[in-house]
């Protein structure tokens, strides 16, 4: 009898644009899906599609805390942003501190070959990439029990 793979969905959440990717504990791998724009809600719509097709058993949020570990006003927005999710389709949320995922997907991005790439707003593009570090992380153990 085999055990249906689980699925998450790593969030990298901006101001402008969301990163996304999705992933699985068993086995443990992460893949950057696409960026989407916060204006208008497609973003939210476009999340909550995925998690319907997909039967996304639990999101993952970076969150760029404050070297303290404290939070922060962006911190604010992102859990905000997420609450709105939540509401919408029920949920479980978890977040992860995602410091400098963004300077490791941009190295990640500019070590890939030319042919492999795509512009920022492709499923290649920083922010998706960030996403599956942040739940990278998140698989390896590092979530922040919020």
Known sequence: MS??????????????????????RL???????????RAGGVAEAQIMKIIRERDIELLVAGLPLNEDGSLN???????????RLQKRIPITIEFVDEYSTSLEAE??????????????????GV?????????KRYIEGDGIGK
Do not use: N
């Open 73 to 83: 006003e962006q911190c604010r927005k992102i859990e905000k942003f997420c609450r």
């Open 27 to 37: 086995p443990r791998m992460t893949q950057p899906l696409a960026t989407y724009k």
């Open 127 to 135: 922010d998706a990439v960030s996403a599956a570090l942040i739940l």
């Open 3 to 24: 055990q249906r793979t689980s699925y998450l969905l790593g969030l990298d959440v901006g101001d402008a644009r969301v990163g996304v990717a999705i992933g699985s």
């Open 107 to 124: 190295e990640l991005i500019r070590r890939r070959p030319a042919r492999g790439r795509s512009d920022s707003k492709g499923a290649l």
